[in-house]
C-alpha cells in the first residue's frame, strides 16, 4: 500500500544543459499533473506527463522544471546593419540639416545601439534540441521512482497505524459478539418476569414466545456483526495489497460505518451503545488515513 504523499528531486546536465527536476505529490481523487517549466520545455510536456502516469497513478502530482545553458555555443549574435545605416545616415542628415556640421562619430552611435535589441539580437540555435529531451526524460524518471519510494515508505506507516486501529475495531466487536449472547438471554428473563408479574400466571407461553421473538427480531444485530466481521478481513486483504487499493478501502469504510450505525439504531443496551460510539470513532480514524492512500 502506498500514501499519494511524496517527493523527488533529480539533476541532469550534459555540455548544453543543466536540468533540475522536483516531484511533489498530494492526496487527490484522480490524478492530477501540474508542470511548471520553462517555454523550452513545451514540447516536451506530454512525455513527462506520460513518464509521471507510469509511476504515480493517483494525486496531485506537481512537476518543477528548471533548464539552464551551461554555454554560449547555442548562441548567435545578429546585427541588423540596414537598421543601423538608416539611423546614422538619418542621424547625420537631420544634425547637419539643423545645426550644420557637427562632430557626430559613428563609432559614438554604434556604442549606444549595441545595447538595444531592435539592432542587435542575441539567438538561441533551436535546430537541435535531442539532448534537452534526453535529459528530460532521465530527470523526471528518476524524479518520479524517487516519489514512489517516498510514497512506499510513508503507505508503510499509513498501513501500520490503519492496522492498529482495525484491531480496536475487532477487539469491540468480539466483546459485542459475547454480550449480544448474553443479553439475549437476560433479555428473555426479564421479559417473561415482568410480563408474568403483570399477568399472573396465566401467561399463554405461545404468546409469550411470539411477542419475545418479535422484539429480538427488530434488536437482533446478528447479521451487522457477521458482515462487520466479513469486511474486517476484507480490510486485512487491502491492507497487503500492493495495486491503488485508496478508492476500494474508502469504499470499505463507509460499509462498515453503515453496520455499525445500524447496529447502534437497532440495540438500546447502554453497553452495546458504548462499543458502537468507540467502533464509529476508530472507524472515522482510518477514513481520515485512507484518504491518502493511493
Same mark, same amino acid.
Given at each position: 500500500?502506498?500514501?499519494? %504523499? ?5 539533476? &541532469?546536465? +550534459? ?26 520545455? +513545451?514540447?516536451?510536456?506530454? /512525455? ?17 522544471? %528548471?533548464?539552464?545553458?551551461?554555454? !554560449? ?28 556640421? /557637427? ?38 524518471? *528518476?524524479?518520479?521512482? *524517487?516519489?514512489?519510494?517516498? @510514497?512506499?515508505?510513508?503507505?508503510? =506507516?499509513?498501513? %501500520?497505524?490503519?492496522?492498529? +486501529?482495525?484491531?480496536?475495531?475487532? !477487539? ?11 443479553? &439475549? ?10 410480563? *408474568? ?6 401467561? !399463554?407461553?405461545? @404468546?409469550?414466545?411470539?411477542? $419475545? ?9 446478528? &447479521?451487522?456483526?457477521?458482515? $462487520? ?6 480490510? !486485512? ?8 487499493? =485508496?478508492? &476500494? ?18 440495540? =438500546? ?12 470513532? %476508530? ?8 484518504? +491518502?492512500?493511493?
Amino acid at each position: 500500500m502506498k500514501s499519494m %504523499t511524496g517527493f523527488g528531486k533529480s539533476r &541532469e546536465e +550534459n555540455d548544453r544543459y543543466t536540468v533540475e527536476v522536483e516531484v511533489k505529490s498530494v492526496n487527490h481523487r484522480f490524478l492530477d499533473v501540474q508542470i511548471r517549466s520553462p517555454k523550452q520545455v +513545451n514540447p516536451y510536456e506530454g /512525455t513527462i506527463r506520460q513518464l509521471i502516469k507510469e509511476r504515480l497513478p493517483r494525486g496531485r502530482v506537481e512537476v518543477f522544471v %528548471t533548464v539552464k545553458e551551461t554555454g !554560449d555555443d547555442t548562441k548567435a549574435v545578429t546585427v541588423h546593419w540596414g537598421l543601423v545605416d538608416q539611423l546614422v545616415k538619418e542621424l547625420k542628415a537631420e544634425a547637419a540639416a539643423r545645426y550644420g556640421e /557637427t562632430d557626430l562619430e559613428v563609432a559614438a552611435i554604434l556604442q549606444q545601439l549595441v545595447t538595444l535589441p531592435d539592432f542587435v539580437e542575441i539567438k538561441e540555435d533551436k535546430s537541435d534540441d535531442t539532448g534537452l529531451e534526453e535529459l528530460l526524460v532521465t530527470a523526471v524518471s *528518476q524524479a518520479a521512482a *524517487q516519489n514512489a519510494s517516498s @510514497r512506499e515508505q510513508e503507505g508503510a =506507516g499509513l498501513a %501500520t497505524v490503519m492496522q492498529e +486501529n482495525r484491531q480496536t475495531i475487532a !477487539d469491540a466487536l468480539s466483546r459485542l459478539q459475547e454480550f449480544v449472547s448474553i443479553y &439475549e438471554e437476560e433479555y428473555r428473563t426479564r421479559f417473561e418476569k415482568k410480563l *408474568q408479574d403483570y399477568l399472573g400466571e396465566t401467561v !399463554d407461553q405461545d @404468546r409469550l414466545l411470539t411477542e $419475545l421473538a418479535l422484539l429480538l427480531e427488530r434488536g437482533d444485530i446478528h &447479521e451487522e456483526l457477521d458482515r $462487520l466481521t466479513i469486511h474486517l478481513r476484507k480490510f !486485512d486483504d487491502l491492507l497487503a495489497a500492493t495495486e491503488p487499493v =485508496g478508492r &476500494e478501502l474508502d469504499f470499505l469504510i463507509q460499509e462498515m460505518n453503515r453496520e455499525i450505525n445500524t447496529i447502534g439504531s437497532k440495540s =438500546g443496551a447502554i453497553e452495546i451503545k458504548e462499543l458502537v460510539v468507540q467502533m464509529k470513532t %476508530t472507524v472515522e480514524k482510518i477514513r481520515e488515513q485512507v484518504q +491518502n492512500v493511493e
